[in-house]
């Protein structure tokens, strides 16, 4: 008889924070990997409580993957299945950082990258010799299996597809380089495009931390796969992350454009030389934060709009430095404005030294995960107290997100791309960012 494979993608179910709306949720490749990787003669599901409350269904063999700020509940979901003596293994970026604590709530613990280990685990169950902790290597990216994009929810707005990892940078509050390593490794453009041909979804996520890549050889790589989707006849309106590095080269824009870029997430952070460096954010610093209205200008030229995401409760940060960051977002030049509060995940840098000066608020785990959604307080700041900085931030999100400034930012992103679509998906991402705030200040009036 076939095996039964259950895939989980838990969620807060306390808190929808960033993901309030249905385009800021995006299918869970790596789920989609791991079932790609999962050998023909089983049958496998991917449970996704993006879309559907969590029902139990029998299985063999249960993988779950988890964020911080849903592990707590991918813990109550593997507890079920414990319960009835079914093996359940997690994987993803929290388990990876503190594999002790899931060993308490899960039967296996995949840390890393999980395709270059899950062969192992399958071969390892079948021999009912499941190990308790799977150590990944990295990847080499190549002849990957394409995700299995045909068992994702029929519901997500934009198909989601990974073209490199890693990241040789070194800020303060990030995991990525923790969890994929320093170098930045890319799959071949041709295996790319083979999996952006099939792919059903009109619009596309690239997820990478950076699609551009860092020094020449990355840049040259990016201009052929936008080259490559044009030359294919790959139509899609597409979003991707990048560092502020994404402007330095026109021909990479322009072909960007061309092949359908509609908006960049650039991690902005802050507008003061302190807060950069406090934050260890090097490429921004080297930028020169007196150049970045003309970073966004460049970006803006070829027809794609820029996401700005700020960070809010650095040590240097005060209620009147919050002012001054709110006034630059409105004037930056920015197209959607992004604001969230400094968030200390586990496995950082930043959250080692919060922890050690006990400047956490909530350590009372892994309950309090579900707090490190970006949307709350998590720390004392240094310079203020908590409730000042959420009063701060309530302040913020009314000057940013009244409907009169989404309307002039609206206007601004139309003249600047000379690109409707471009400028409706600004707003529209701009409205996002408003229903998540209206959460926030929700937060901020309880306390
Ligand atoms: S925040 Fe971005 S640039 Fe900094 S380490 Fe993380 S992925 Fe790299």
Request: glycine share 8%; hydrophobic share 40%.
């Amino acid at each position: 008889m076939r095996k039964k494979l259950i895939l989980i993608n838990p969620v807060n179910r306390n808190r929808i924070g960033l993901t309030v709306n249905p385009s800021s949720r995006f299918p869970p490749l790596g789920l989609g990997i791991v079932a790609a990787l999962t050998p023909d003669d089983w049958s496998i599901k991917i449970i996704d409580e993006n879309f559907e409350c969590f029902k139990y269904e029998d299985a063999d063999l249960v993988g779950i993957t988890s964020f911080t700020a849903s592990v707590t509940r991918a813990y109550e979901l593997a507890g079920f299945y414990r319960a009835q003596g079914i093996p359940t293994v997690l994987g993803g970026i929290h388990a990876s950082m503190l594999p002790d604590e899931a060993l308490h709530f899960v039967g296996t613990v995949v840390i890393g990258e999980a395709e270059t280990v899950w062969p192992k685990v399958i071969s390892d169950f079948r021999r009912n010799n499941l190990q308790r902790v799977y150590r990944a290597g990295f990847s080499e990216l190549r002849d990957m299996p394409k995700p299995r994009h045909d068992l994702f929810h029929p519901g997500y707005l934009f198909g989601s597809i990974q073209t490199a990892r890693g990241c040789p940078m070194d800020c303060e509050f990030c995991s990525v380089t923790a969890l994929n390593g320093h170098r930045y490794r890319q799959r071949p453009v041709e295996e790319v495009l083979d999996e952006l041909e099939v792919l059903p979804e009109k619009m596309v996520f690239f997820v990478d931390d950076n699609i551009i890549g860092y020094g020449r050889a990355a840049a040259e790589r990016a201009l052929l796969l936008f080259k490559g989707m044009i030359e294919r006849g790959i139509r899609k309106d597409w979003f991707c992350q990048a560092s502020m590095n994404f402007a330095d080269n026109e021909e990479v824009l322009a072909y960007a454009g061309k092949s359908g870029c509609r908006m960049v997430f650039l991690g902005v952070e802050a507008e003061t030389v302190e807060a950069l460096g406090e934050t260890n954010k090097k490429l921004n610093l080297k930028v020169g934060v007196g150049k970045y209205k003309e970073v966004f200008r460049r970006i803006n030229r070829h027809g794609i709009a820029v996401l700005g995401a700020f960070i809010y409760g650095m040590d240097s940060d005060t209620p009147r430095t919050l002012r001054r960051r709110t006034n630059y977002i409105l004037r930056s030049g920015v197209d959607v404005m992004q604001t969230t509060y400094l968030t200390p995940l586990p496995g950082t840098r930043l959250f080692g030294m919060l922890d050690e000066q006990g400047r956490l608020l909530y350590t009372d785990f892994p309950g309090d995960w579900s707090r490190y959604d970006m949307t709350e307080v998590i720390h004392n700041p240094l310079l203020m107290k908590p409730h000042e900085l959420a009063r701060a931030m309530a302040e913020s999100s009314q000057r940013l997100y009244n409907r009169r400034t989404l309307y002039r930012k609206f206007i601004k992103t139309w003249y600047t791309t000379r690109d409707f679509t471009t400028a409706m998906w600004a707003y529209s991402s701009n409205c996002n960012y408003r229903n998540v705030s209206l959460g926030l200040r929700g937060k901020s009036l309880r306390r």
